[in-house]
């Protein structure tokens, strides 16, 4: 596997800054479905980088980072969760799972790995919506300012998952399904990026398509009442359309 130089806010490759450059890798080995893609994703005015299997996006991110990596479930060379995974450990890039098995209970795996799945055939109007979100929020995350070193609090998931603490040093006792979802947006989410709604469901069941959406919703709600209960702060939880919840909630160190 070749090995991808590590790409951060702020960095740049061979002297230009590439960052919300708007460019989009679509890993697919059917290029007919790339093609597809690629015209649906110019009409957004993306930038797309066609890749037949996961040593092209590898080869192809070695020169010129993407910002959003759209990766198929069947490639010939890699398993998608290891091209998953890798990209998370180099990059803050976007990924996308196309699975032709999302919606069976077979890509469930990808949930935790991935910003957002899609089944195959694909939506491709939906495809595109989800990438402009994606974008939207990646430029809007860089913009923010660092916060390491800034001595500023932050809401803490206690190291167990059983206390929230706000930043004016409120402790928040929480219930066995708050917990279960905090823990799951803080270690899914780490580096800004959205949990799905599936995935916050999986970790409320084991069943995902029997289970009521609307609850995870009420929980929600509840938990944002719980806390302005206890705080004058409003829970760093955000939706995002299409995509899932967002949150800067980090875990205790100790």
């Known amino acids: 596997m070749a090995a991808i130089s590590a790409v951060h806010p702020g960095s740049s490759v061979n002297g230009a800054d590439h960052r919300n450059s708007r460019r989009v890798a679509v890993v697919e080995r059917d290029p007919n479905l790339r093609q597809q893609i690629q015209h649906s994703l110019l009409t957004r005015q993306f930038a797309v980088v066609e890749c037949a299997n996961a040593t092209a996006l590898y080869r192809n991110l070695l020169s010129a980072p993407c910002d959003i990596a759209v990766i198929a479930s069947d490639l010939p060379d890699d398993n998608p969760r290891n091209v998953a995974l890798h990209l998370r450990q180099h990059s803050d890039i976007g990924i996308i799972v196309l699975d032709a098995d999302a919606g069976y209970g077979a890509s469930d795996g990808y949930h935790e790995i991935a910003d957002a799945c899609f089944r195959k055939p694909v939506d491709l109007d939906g495809l595109a919506t989800v990438v402009t979100a994606m974008h939207s929020l990646q430029h809007h995350m ?85 806390v302005a209960v206890m705080s004058p702060l409003p829970l760093p939880l955000r939706a995002v359309r299409g995509m899932g919840y967002l949150c800067t909630i980090v875990r205790a160190s100790n």
């Open 142 to 226: 860089r913009a923010l300012p660092a916060r390491a070193g800034s001595g500023q609090a932050e809401w803490e998931l206690a190291l167990d998952g059983w206390t929230l603490r706000t930043p004016d040093g409120a402790s928040i006792d929480l219930s066995a399904p708050e917990r279960s979802v905090l823990l799951r947006l803080v270690n899914t989410g780490a580096g800004g990026h959205p949990v799905s709604h599936d995935s916050l469901i999986g970790s409320l069941t084991n069943d995902v398509y029997d289970f009521d959406p609307h609850r995870l919703e009420m929980l929600i709600y509840r938990l944002r009442k719980k």
